[in-house]
């Protein structure tokens, strides 16, 4: 794991609503992640987990503070600027994945490349290459809900590493799944998907993948409250 | 390298693998294409037909009673507006045409309705093209001219000699002419000239139907419709008089009105049915393209995903609509010869562009609905 920071939020300041009902969802948030690292957001249900994973991502605006990914410093740009940025440095997978179910799994897959404008055959091509490491590539040409729940997971992952993005988001990524195929997702994300020019951001409550963690962050009303360095997986 | 190209692809594919949706879709847009082009061409087919005998004749000036309103009802008219008419500067010609009907005893001794058209002796101007026979022996006594249309078949196929009677007159057939488009009223037309015409057809006080008009140049159009309205009759062009006619079926019959409404309806349920499903159809995905756009869909590029799906959704609907439309009209004309409806540009046109307005009015919900989505609710869940 290197020091070098591949986002920095300063000061992140986000709250809903206005006058007697605004709710404060992040307040005065600061932290970094670094290339290397894999990184867990951890804390109660509505501490403010998404919301600040939405910040940092580019998709919700903060009302204060600013986040610097690489060199882009996210919410002086546009919403094309933004979306560019999602698309070439940022991979999603979602809690309850949102995958096409009227396309293959193979075609799921190839969506960013396709937002990124390669040609239809050579994308697909790409695609199944990333299918593969995930290890279903015999699923191709199947539709989505023929899948096991781990295997739209996976297929998710799939997605979100074929744009070759710099920065994982995972949100809740075992939320759905039973325990065993939860921790063998996160173990198979951290010993294939992680390398050191990239970071993984993983929101979770769910205690039995801390383990896999190289920091967790905790968060409590809004606030980053704490770090624990998981020891443990240094080398 | 295509640019775009694959958005599109996705976006087919993910409205046409939705096969209830889609067929609901094709389903509405085609039915509704296909009962406005059948309301349409029907009208269209009664215009033209309202109007045959405006073109069959070609004169450049009608003039007529001012309430004259179909070229068959026509209002006689006193001998003098003819001489008047010859003296207007500005005309070459004038001369009177007889139309009218007449009830033609048939050899069987059946009895038949028909249209004649009485022709000035003189000139024979407005004479039809020939099939068979010599035009100049309209001359000879008692002779007629048949018309070979879809009503042919009514005169139990007249040739050349057959005999009938014409209100206790004796007809002979002398020729068989071409038509050049058939009329309205479903009645056999025959040709004679204007003196038989008025001789063997009684009729009141007035002969004269219209009087035709060739004007030396069609600047002196506007000077002899002025001469003839000082006269207290209506001088019209061609192209005004067809007007006229049209403007009396589409405005005071109930045909036009009748027919406007139907093709209104039609497209207010195709405009219902594939809006509604379209929206439907975006309600359902819409997590998806949420999930796009947090994925780095920009919205410039969900929109042309949704004209994609609307658009092509809507032109497959109008070709399987017009195929319908024009197989039906097709196989009723061979069935029946004197079937009106017509299928013509401004009907396929005016179809075209009601069903862009449908797409354009189902993607315009869809790409509101698409562009309200926040990604950040995508997360949420
Ligand atoms: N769109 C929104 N409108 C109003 N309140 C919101 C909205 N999104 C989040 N919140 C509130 O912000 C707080 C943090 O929510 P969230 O980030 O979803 O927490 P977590 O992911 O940790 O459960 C909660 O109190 C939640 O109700
Ligand atoms: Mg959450």
């Not at chain 2, 007529?64 to 006193?78: C, E, F």
């Not at chain 2, 004038?94 to 050899?107: E, Q, W």
């Not at chain 2, 994609?308 to 497959?316: E, K, M, N, P, Y």
């Amino acid at each position: 794991m290197s020091e070098a920071a591949i986002i920095r939020a300063n000061n992140l300041v986000k709250w809903f609503g206005e006058g007697e009902a605004r709710t404060v969802a992040v307040k005065q948030a600061s932290f970094e992640a670094h290339y290397g690292e894999m990184l867990y957001i951890v804390g109660p249900s509505g501490s403010g987990k998404t919301t600040l994973l939405s910040i940092i991502s580019g998709i919700l605006r903060p009302n204060e503070g600013s986040v610097v990914v690489e060199d882009h410093d996210l919410w002086s740009m546009t919403d094309d600027e933004l979306a560019d940025l999602r698309l070439n440095k940022i991979g999603f997978v979602f809690q309850d994945y949102h995958l096409f179910p009227r396309l293959t799994t193979l075609e799921n897959v190839a969506i960013p490349l396709i937002l990124k404008k390669m040609e239809w055959n050579e994308a697909l091509k790409l695609a199944r290459e990333y299918l593969e490491i995930v290890g279903l590539k015999d699923r191709a040409e199947l539709q989505p809900v023929k899948l096991s729940g781990g295997e739209q997971q996976r297929v998710a992952i799939a997605r979100a590493i074929a744009g070759k993005p710099d920065l994982l988001i995972f949100d809740e990524p075992t939320a759905s799944l039973d325990g065993d195929t939860g921790r063998k997702i996160v173990e198979f994300v951290k010993s294939n998907i992680l390398n050191e020019k990239r970071a993984i951001i993983i929101v979770t409550h769910d205690s039995r993948i801390y383990e896999f963690a190289d920091r967790i962050m905790k968060m409590e009303d809004g606030k980053i409250v704490g770090y624990e360095t998981n020891h443990f997986n240094e080398k | 390298m295509k640019p775009v190209s694959g958005i599109y692809r996705i976006a087919l594919k993910l409205l046409m693998n939705d096969k209830s949706k889609f067929t609901a879709l094709l389903v509405g847009i085609t039915f509704a294409v296909f009962l406005m082009v059948m309301m349409m061409s029907m009208f269209s087919g009664i215009l033209a037909r309202s109007c045959a005998p405006v073109y069959n004749i070609g004169a450049k000036v009608w003039v007529m009673d001012p309430a004259v309103n179909n070229t068959n009802s026509s209002i006689p008219m006193p001998d003098y507006i003819l001489s008047a008419s010859r003296s207007i500067p500005g005309v070459k010609y004038a001369v009177p045409l007889y139309f009218g009907s007449a009830l033609l005893k048939l050899k069987d001794g059946t009895y038949q309705a028909a249209t004649v058209v009485g022709l000035d002796d003189s000139t024979l101007f407005g004479r039809p093209e020939m099939i068979e026979g010599r035009i100049e022996d309209i001359f000879a006594e008692n002779a007629f001219v048949v018309v070979k249309d879809a009503e042919f078949p009514k005169l139990e196929n007249p040739k050349i000699g057959t005999e009938f009677e014409i209100n206790d007159n004796r007809g002979t057939v002398v020729g068989i002419a071409r038509a050049a488009s058939s009329g309205l009223f479903g009645v056999p037309t025959l040709y004679t000239t204007y003196n038989r015409a008025i001789t063997y057809i009684p009729s009141a006080r007035f002969t004269t139907s219209y009087v035709l008009i060739e004007p030396k140049s069609d600047a002196d159009i506007p000077g002899i419709q002025k001469a003839i309205a000082k006269l207290g009759y209506e001088a019209l062009t061609r192209d005004q008089f067809v007007k006229k006619v049209s403007n009396f079926y589409t405005f005071k019959t109930g045909v036009g009105m009748n027919i406007m409404m139907m093709t209104a309806i039609s497209f207010v349920v195709g405009l219902s049915i594939s809006g509604q499903t379209f929206y439907t159809f975006i309600l359902e995905n819409i997590g998806k393209f949420g999930a796009m756009k947090a994925i780095g869909a920009k919205g410039n590029e969900l929109i042309a995903m949704i004209l994609a799906q609307a658009f092509v959704t809507s032109l497959i609907g109008y070709g399987l609509g017009v195929g319908a439309a024009s197989t039906f009209i097709i196989i009723a004309k061979l069935r029946m010869p004197d079937y009106a409806a017509q299928l013509t540009f401004q009907t396929l046109g005016l179809a075209l562009v009601m069903v862009m307005i449908i797409a354009g009015f189902s993607s315009y919900i869809g790409v509101r609905k698409v562009l309200q989505i926040q990604p950040f609710d995508i997360f949420r869940g």
